[in-house]
Structures are given as structure tokens and as C-alpha cells.
């Protein structure tokens, strides 16, 4: 039998200061509940502490955010897919945004393991005046350590009701996809980064968006596999392919500094677990 682990964070207002109330079921927790840019935006670390997942293993993630609640949720390390042997591996993910929240989904990246059988699904249900970031760094195999995704599967969902959705399987088994160069070009992490908003971003900040996350990648070494575009009046999208993690999240980082200044006229703030 695998781990079943389930997180329930429940963001309200008291005051000026977001709150958070977090239940757990099992091997998923928060680490730490931090403050470092005051009471207004509550970091959140969130933990599992067997180190990884396998096969039969089932990690949820649901969060619901009340009206004017800043949440910002993130990792210490890397979500890891481990070898399978038979069953599937799942963690899945569902906010609910009132009207006036934010929230920032900003973990560290996924690997998938070669023979891992594994899903991870994202939903992000956003009211109208509701905004978000967020972002997925997927690495297969370890490409650091010249450890090659050989074998197995990954399946990647990510969910915008109403407004963008993408649905794809990785397999090993499939070279045509993960080599050729309109596929991943031999690339072995790729990334997704952000931004969404509940109703239409207006056709100038879209434009503004769109150019910062462009002048980043145009000053960048993954600038000839790295892309921007905005799919929805809602939604503006990046996407880059990396030999390794270290690159492309440097590069998520730049740009989701100056979209949070577009955005919220917020500085970038990084959460402190990440210069460990």
C-alpha cells in the first residue's frame, strides 16, 4: 500500500495579516509559515517527508483562499517521482481563488526517475478579480548526474477552467518526442511559468507582461528554446527547455521578479529556503 497523504490550507484576512489554517492526513505538512515581507503575504514551505513518491502513492494538495489573501507556497527541495513498479504515483494540486486574492505557486522542480509511472495535476479555479503566478520546472532523469530518463512515464496536467489547459504524457519510449528538434531537441528539463488573472488582463499590461518576460529571455543562454505568448485574454505563458534545472530557474526567477512588480507593484522577495 502506498502513502495517501492529504494538505488542506485555508488562507483568510485578520486585519491587514493573511492567515492560514493548515490540516494534514498523512506525509505532507507545512514546514514553516513565514512573514518576510509583513503581515500582508503568508510564505508557506511545504514538506513530505518520506523524500519522495512511488508508485501507489497519492499526495493532495488543496487550498482555498479567501478574499484579499496573499499566499506565496513553495519547497525545500525537488518533488521526486522515484522508480515504479507497476502502480502510479499521483500528487495533484486545487486552489480555489476568491475575488482580490493572490496566490504565487512557486516550487522547485519535479523530477521524474527513470521508470517512474507518475501524474501530476494542477487546478487553479480563479474569480473574477482573483490573480496568480505560478510556475513548473519538470526535469527528466537526472541530467546533472548524466542519469537518463530511459524508461517509464510522466503526465502532466495543468488546469485553468475555462481559460487554457494542456494535457501531455511523457514516455521514454518515445524519441521522436523527447529528441527531434520540433520535440525537446534532447533537452531533458522544460519548464512553465505564468501569470493568470480571474478576468481579462487589458491589452496593455498583457503587452507589458509579454515584453518583460521577451527581454529577459533575449538576454538569456536559453533564449534559442525559450518562448512567451498570451493563449487567452486572461493568461500570459513561458516556456523554455534547459540541459539542467539551475538555468531555467534562474530564469523564472528574473521574470517572475518583474511581473510581481507589474502585477502588484511588489519587489521579488524570494523566499530564504531558497538561497539553502
Keep these: 500500500m502506498g502513502w495517501h497523504g492529504h ?9 491587514e495579516r493573511t ?3 493548515d490540516r494534514h492526513d ?4 507545512v514546514l514553516q509559515r513565514l512573514y518576510p515581507e509583513g503581515d500582508a503575504v503568508c510564505h508557506h514551505v511545504l514538506v513530505h517527508p518520506p523524500g519522495g513518491i512511488v508508485g501507489g502513492d497519492v ?13 506565496l507556497i513553495t519547497t525545500p527541495s525537488a518533488t521526486r517521482f522515484y522508480r515504479s513498479a507497476g502502480e ?13 486574492a493572490r496566490l504565487e505557486w512557486l516550487p522547485l522542480e519535479t523530477i521524474a526517475y527513470r521508470g517512474c509511472r507518475a501524474e501530476n495535476q494542477l487546478r487553479f479555479e480563479l474569480a473574477p478579480g482573483a490573480q496568480m503566478l505560478g510556475w513548473e520546472m519538470l526535469a527528466l532523469g537526472l ?13 502532466q496536467h495543468l488546469e485553468l477552467p475555462g481559460v487554457w489547459l494542456e494535457h501531455g504524457r511523457l514516455d521514454a519510449s518515445d524519441h521522436r518526442l523527447l ?3 520540433l520535440g525537446l531537441d534532447g533537452q531533458r528539463v522544460l519548464g512553465t511559468l505564468w501569470a ?10 498583457r503587452q507589458d507582461l509579454l515584453d518583460a518576460a521577451r527581454e529577459e529571455m533575449a538576454a538569456d543562454s536559453l533564449a534559442p528554446r525559450a518562448g512567451a505568448t498570451a493563449p487567452d485574454a486572461r493568461v500570459v505563458v513561458c516556456r523554455a527547455l534547459a540541459p539542467r534545472v539551475e538555468p531555467l530557474f534562474g530564469l523564472w526567477r528574473r521574470i517572475r521578479a518583474r511581473w510581481r512588480a507589474l502585477l502588484w507593484q511588489r519587489e521579488e522577495a524570494p523566499p530564504r529556503i531558497w538561497r539553502m
Design 143 to 155: 541530467p546533472a548526474a548524466d542519469e537518463a530518463f530511459s524508461h517509464g512515464h510522466i503526465t
Design 88 to 100: 502510479v504515483a499521483r500528487q495533484t494540486l486545487s486552489a480555489r481563488l476568491a475575488d482580490g
Design 59 to 71: 499526495l493532495d494538495i488543496t487550498v482555498e483562499q479567501a478574499s484579499g489573501t496573499h499566499a
Design 179 to 181: 529528441d527531434a528538434p
Design 26 to 29: 498523512g506525509p505532507l505538512r
Design 196 to 205: 493568470a488573472a480571474g478576468r481579462d488582463l487589458g491589452a496593455d499590461l
Design 19 to 21: 492567515i492560514a489554517l
Design 7 to 15: 494538505l488542506h490550507l485555508n488562507y483568510t484576512r485578520d486585519g
